[in-house]
């Protein structure tokens, strides 16, 4: 059975939470490891006193006193956090994924409860026999692989005991386990499927869509009974799980000597009574850790954290029975909910216990952040710009804004880019002012100055003296690199594009 504390560890509130989940004992660190700890001590003890009682300078101390030196300088080498911490996370894994397999039948009631619809006797007879095989599959499924859910059902009789199988159905299993052992349990789900075929053909499932549904979800069913039966056949392989063993069983053999109190004694023999405290913290945690790998790595079996499997096949069967019988086609009567002349309710009661958590809601992580109202601009490329003078964009208010002849950087094109000033709870317009900028100067400084040309004739003299004074400039770069010709190729094409 499934250990849980979850009501014990509802809010951290307060001075070691954990601390008073030490003192539960079933389930527990000690009582799992208490007998190896017992042994581990028993083994030191008795090492220590044939040291102090049994050997003399004679006859074997001094070998003795060599082991010990020498477990205890060479002991660690044995990477076990590592190893240990690695299988453990594979097992836990497995642990989950395993319970994550089991099956549940309320799928399948649910829609056979939704789409056989009748209360005679024909068609809840067909509702419930559906649903009574797809139980019976989910618990042959489970004698296989957990021991206590053989225990209770040993053999196919008990089932007929139980009320699970007819003899008739018994029958069958047992025929067909003659020809095919271990695949007996896939064959109430095909008895399953065949009662929902025919349940479609005679009408009493009014459409095909219910049916595939019904097909799908038995299919669903039958995968994941398949995955429980796989991970009982395929384990973690053994060769891991024997490193692992005898990594952590020889390092503590080698702890058990190379930690053993040694000492000459000159005026007789005296017991010396010392206890291993470090060792045993140490053998504490890791042959813990190893406990709980042991405890994992199948979960179908009698251990305390063990899952509930023969509560599970009591439940499966009353979900299911429930379902497509009782709650077949029943519900309240329909009426108008409480906040019918609401939208939505802005906020559901609450209790004097709960009144603390009323203002409590998710704040996302750019709340705080405010843009000021200048950086709120929009700016984008502007394709209208290649129908212009290069290098000199004008709006329709007459003001224009300069880029530059060659880009800062070979990875910069210097795009033209149009600014579009936002006004609060005004769209923009296709007549709001332009602004022409660099693309690394659009990073920097979104807001350039920019010149105001009142009329054409001063438009044009500024086009034409800026046109001037890019003759002369590419003038002096071509005197500059007359004696260069694949320079001069290299910037002609710049200028090109």
């Not at 009682?53 to 956090?81: A, D, M």
């Not at 210097?414 to 709870?425: E, H, N, P, S």
Request: charged share 25%; hydrophobic share 40%.
């Amino acid at each position: 059975m499934t250990v849980t504390y979850s009501s014990e560890v509802t809010t951290s509130t307060g001075v070691g939470i954990f601390l008073k989940l030490l003192a539960r004992w079933k389930g527990s660190i000690y009582k799992i490891v208490w007998m190896d700890l017992l042994l581990y001590l028993a083994t030191y003890y008795c090492l220590n006193l044939l040291y102090i009682y049994g050997l003399t300078e004679q006859y074997g101390r001094r070998q003795f006193i060599n082991i010990v030196t020498y477990f205890s300088k060479y002991g660690n080498s044995i990477p076990l956090s590592f190893v240990l911490g690695f299988y453990v996370n594979v097992v836990y894994t497995r642990w989950w994924a395993q319970y994550s397999s089991i099956p549940y039948p309320d799928n399948i009631a649910i829609l056979i409860g939704t789409s056989i619809h009748g209360k005679d006797e024909k068609s809840r007879i067909i509702r419930r026999t559906i649903i009574r095989y797809v139980c019976v599959a989910f618990t042959l499924t489970l004698t296989m692989i957990s021991p206590k859910a053989k225990k209770r059902f040993p053999t196919l009789h008990h089932f007929v005991q139980a009320g699970l199988l007819s003899h008739e159905e018994k029958g069958f299993i047992e025929e067909l386990n003659k020809d095919c052992p271990t695949y007996y349990s896939k064959l109430p789900l095909a008895w399953a499927a065949n009662i929902a075929t025919k349940a479609r053909s005679e009408g009493l499932i009014k459409e095909e869509l219910s049916l595939r549904d019904i097909l799908e979800q038995i299919n669903a069913f039958r995968e994941k009974c398949k995955q429980l039966w796989d991970y009982d056949w395929i384990c973690v392989p053994l060769v891991y799980t024997q490193v692992v063993t005898l990594a952590v069983y020889l390092y503590f053999l080698f702890t058990v000597i190379g930690t053993q109190f040694i000492e000459e004694q000159t005026e007789g023999d005296t017991l010396i009574f010392s206890f291993p405290l470090m060792s045993c913290v140490e053998f504490f945690f890791y042959m813990g850790w190893l406990k709980v790998a042991e405890s994992l790595i199948n979960p179908f079996g009698e251990d305390d954290d063990d899952f509930e499997v023969v509560w599970m096949i009591d439940r499966h069967l009353q979900v299911g029975y429930l379902l497509v019988d009782k709650l077949h086609n029943e519900h309240p009567k329909l009426a108008k909910d409480y906040h019918w002349d609401q939208t939505a309710p802005s906020q559901l009661p609450f209790t004097v216990a709960s009144q603390r958590y009323m203002n409590e809601h998710p704040v996302e992580s750019t709340f705080k952040i405010n843009v000021q109202k200048g950086d709120q601009d929009l700016i984008f490329r502007d394709d209208m710009a290649n129908l212009e003078e290069p290098g000199l964009l004008v709006n329709s208010h007459g003001r224009s804004g300069f880029k530059k002849f060659f880009s800062r950087r070979k990875s910069d094109p210097g795009y033209l880019l149009k600014r579009v000033a936002i006004q609060d709870g005004h769209a923009p317009e296709a007549g709001n002012d332009w602004h022409e900028l660099n693309t690394l100067e659009a990073e920097t400084n979104a807001s350039g100055s920019r010149e105001q040309i009142s009329d054409e004739e001063q438009f044009n003299s500024l086009r034409n003296s800026r046109l001037e004074n890019r003759r002369e400039t590419i003038l002096k770069l071509l005197e500059l690199l007359k004696d260069d010709k694949n320079e001069v190729r290299r910037i002609l094409t710049e200028i090109i594009k």
